[in-house]
Nanobody, 120 residues
Framework: QVQLVESGGGLVQPGGSLRLSCTAS????????MGWYRQAPGKQRELVAT???????NYADSVKGRFTISKDSAKNMVNLQMNSLKPEDTAVYYC??????????????WGQGTQVTVSS
């Protein structure tokens, strides 16, 4: 129903920066929440950052002060600026969108993921 495409992953040295982008196939104004999750080897998927349609943000404690989530509604895009990257940030990063068309119906959509590797 909603296609999400991530870009911007890659290899970066510790202390470096990357900017991830997620482009949705529909207006993000129709999506209640968008965000980023990540899954590192041997670990479960975890929340990184979320952004509601109302502009509220939420960050994992491990990335607070280093990562910033933002949106460009005109481009149907959500971005994740990642600064001061650490090796433990290495993971596959997934874009997520949640839509609530009615009080009893909720849909979750996921991108294909983009690899972020932080290593010397």
């Amino acid at each position: 129903q909603v296609q999400l495409v991530e870009s911007g992953g890659g290899l970066v040295q510790p202390g470096g920066s990357l900017r991830l982008s997620c482009t949705a196939s529909r207006s993000i104004s129709t999506l209640n929440t968008m965000g980023w999750y990540r899954q590192a080897p041997g670990k479960q998927r975890e929340l990184v950052a979320t952004l509601t349609s109302g502009g509220s943000t939420n960050y994992a404690d491990s990335v607070k002060g280093r990562f910033t989530i933002s949106k460009d509604s005109a481009k149907n895009m959500v971005n994740l600026q990642m600064n001061s990257l650490k090796p433990e940030d290495t993971a596959v990063y997934y874009c997520n969108a949640q839509r609530r068309p009615s009080p009893t119906v909720v849909y979750n959509y996921w991108g294909q993921g983009t690899q972020v590797t932080v290593s010397s």
